[in-house]
């Protein structure tokens, strides 16, 4: 044989290599893809760890008492709305979620997130939780009309939101909770901002908060 010709055996092993690297950079290339792709409002997975795990309130009504040996009540938003609107949301907690950023400009997006209308499988609840107050032990202070609220009107106004949204988002490297989105509700609520005898109407708003499900 011709020492110049080539070797078919060594030309088929370089092919087989050709073709594996070829093969293993078109795997990565579809495993990449499948991190990358984004998912609609409707496409995003409930899992509903929380309801599931934990115990819950036998009743379902909004009636503020006091709720023994449950972490949930199963209530329905009761937010008045009327043409609410996107005031702000957060790219990087849509990406977290894996959820298309295109999809802060839907029409309806503010009415999902102001309670108006509830995407299909989603499960809506009212969390029991507790802590102190200016020293004291302050019982439930949930808020809202709600088993936890205080027979206030739980509803939380544009300025105050803007804060909580802000704050949450500049604390969580420290392990608090995200804001996705804030919207307002297009309805007013009257407030006495510096407790002066002066009170006047507010717009209402809603914050959107995430965090990890429980494993």
């Known amino acids: 044989m011709d020492s110049s010709s080539p070797d078919p055996s060594s030309s ?13 950079s078109l795997s990565e290339d579809n495993e990449n893809k499948k991190k990358n792709v984004k998912l609609s409002l409707e496409d995003l997975n409930w899992d509903h760890s929380f309801v599931r795990e934990l115990p819950d309130d036998p009743r379902s009504d909004s009636i503020p008492r006091e709720v023994f040996h449950a972490c949930y009540t199963k ?6 709305i009327e043409n ?15 959820l298309d950023p295109n999809e802060f400009e839907r029409t309806d ?32 202070p949930g808020a809202g009309k709600t088993p936890y609220s205080r027979f206030a009107d739980g509803l939380a106004v544009l300025r105050s939101s803007v804060r ?14 995200r804001a996705l989105c804030l919207v307002t509700t297009g309805k007013f609520v009257t407030r006495d901002m510096f407790y002066n005898g002066n009170p006047k109407d507010e717009p209402d708003a809603v914050v959107c908060r995430v965090s990890k499900s429980l494993q």
Do not use: I, R
Request: aromatic letters at 12%; a negative charge.
């Open 109 to 140: 997006f503010p009415l999902t997130f102001s309670g108006a209308s509830p995407l299909a499988g989603a499960v809506s609840y009212a969390q029991c939780y507790g802590g102190h107050q200016f020293g004291t032990w302050a019982g439930q």
């Open 12 to 24: 088929l092993s370089v092919d087989s290599v050709a073709d594996g690297l070829k093969n293993q």
């Open 84 to 98: 609410p609107k996107l005031v702000a949301w957060s790219d990087s907690v849509a990406d977290l979620l894996d």
């Open 164 to 177: 909580e949204f802000l704050c949450s988002e500049a604390m969580h490297f420290l392990g608090t909770t």
């Open 75 to 80: 209530v329905l938003p009761s937010v008045e």
